[in-house]
């Protein structure tokens, strides 16, 4: 169950480091592509995450 909390704290932080560093590089004039790639694999991670949280609830037998 931990590794699913630092999963998803991994890929927020990802997430809000690729949008910091965009916004730094876009003020300094320099390519945002490092920004990008960051915010890509968050984004890759958000949906890997999410589908094996819904794989996982729906093997729960809540109520039967």
């Given at each position: 169950?931990?590794?699913?909390?630092v999963y998803?704290?991994?890929?927020?932080?990802?997430?809000?480091?690729?949008?910091?560093?965009?916004?730094?590089?876009?003020?300094?004039?320099?390519?945002?592509k490092p920004?990008?790639?960051?915010?890509?694999?968050?984004?890759?991670?958000?949906?890997?995450?999410?589908?094996a949280c819904?794989?996982?609830?729906?093997?729960?037998?809540?109520?039967?």
């Amino acid at each position: 169950m931990e590794i699913f909390i630092v999963y998803w704290v991994v890929a927020v932080l990802l997430f809000v480091v690729g949008v910091i560093l965009i916004i730094i590089k876009a003020i300094n004039d320099q390519p945002v592509k490092p920004g990008l790639r960051l915010l890509i694999a968050s984004v890759i991670m958000l949906v890997i995450g999410a589908g094996a949280c819904a794989v996982i609830l729906s093997n729960l037998n809540i109520g039967h």
